[in-house]
Nanobody
Framework: QVQLVESGGGLVQAGGSLRLSCAAS????????RGWFRQAPGKEREFVAA????????YFANSVKGRFTISRDNAKNTVYLQMNSLKPEDTAVYYC?????????????????WGQGTQVTVSS
């Protein structure tokens, strides 16, 4: 059974940092692109970042560009999201996902497996 488990969320003051991890089990995803999305209360799930299978190509939403980085360790079947200079508007549940097929890395419908989410709350 495939499982994606996010960790590292929590409460942080504006300007602070958090590092999210997403560990996969039940299957190796070393050849699959992976991504992070987030969903704030009352809003749709939105794209945050994505990374190619090799880690050589990354994509970011404009709202997080320059503040967040995404990386992966295929040996550990894990992807990371380093979040710096956090803002209150970054408050959301963050989800990691594994892409299935297609080229729209920002489209959640192209992601096949999802984690249960981890809460990130940024206080002002």
């Amino acid at each position: 059974q495939v499982q994606l488990v996010e960790s590292g969320g929590g409460l942080v003051q504006a300007g602070g940092s958090l590092r999210l991890s997403c560990a996969a089990s039940g299957r190796t995803f070393s050849t699959y692109p992976r991504g992070w999305f987030r969903q704030a209360p009352g809003k749709e799930r939105e794209f945050v970042a994505a990374i190619s299978w090799s880690g050589g190509t990354t994509y970011f939403a404009n709202s997080v560009k320059g503040r967040f980085t995404i990386s992966r360790d295929n040996a550990k079947n894990t992807v990371y999201l380093q979040m710096n200079s956090l803002k209150p508007e970054d408050t959301a549940v963050y989800y990691c996902a594994v892409r299935g097929s297609g080229s729209r890395y920002f489209d959640p419908s192209e992601y096949r497996y999802w984690g249960q989410g981890t809460q990130v709350t940024v206080s002002s």
